[in-house]
């Protein structure tokens, strides 16, 4: 029903920063809680950042507190995550998700739309 297609990744060195755009078919984010998770090699998917269009409320893993934000574009249906200040540890695929509830959460479960992911890669 919803489908996500996730862009802007490739190669940045520390310090360095990277949007990452999600952009979804879907006529409005309104009602939606749009996030965004990462999977580095060898490790679990975790989350990374997520909001929701109607309250405006958003939350972020501490890891990326300071130096990430997401946002969204209700005209052209897409969602971005704002990456500044990257460090190595961030390299990851990066997936977008979406889910109809109000308040975020960071559970993976809970996400019932997925894109395919993109890669991010910080060099030292």
């Known amino acids: 029903q919803v489908q996500l297609v996730e862009s802007g990744g490739g190669l940045v060195q520390a310090g360095g920063s990277l949007r990452l755009s999600c952009a979804a078919s879907?006529?409005?984010?309104?009602?939606?809680?749009m996030a965004w998770f990462r999977q580095a090699p060898g490790k679990d998917r975790s989350f990374v950042a997520a909001?929701?269009?109607?309250?405006?409320?958003?939350l972020y893993a501490d890891s990326v507190k300071g130096r990430f934000s997401v946002s969204g574009n209700n005209a052209n249906n897409t969602t971005y995550l704002q990456m500044n200040n990257l460090k190595p540890e961030d390299t990851a695929v990066y997936y977008c998700?979406?889910?109809?509830?109000?308040?975020?959460?960071?559970?993976?479960?809970?996400?019932?739309?997925w894109g395919q992911g993109i890669q991010v890669t910080v060099s030292s």
């Open positions: 998700a979406a889910e109809r509830f109000s308040v975020p959460t960071m559970r993976e479960r809970s996400y019932s739309y």
């Open positions: 879907v006529r409005t984010f309104s009602g939606l809680t």
């Open positions: 909001i929701n269009w109607n309250t405006r409320y958003s």
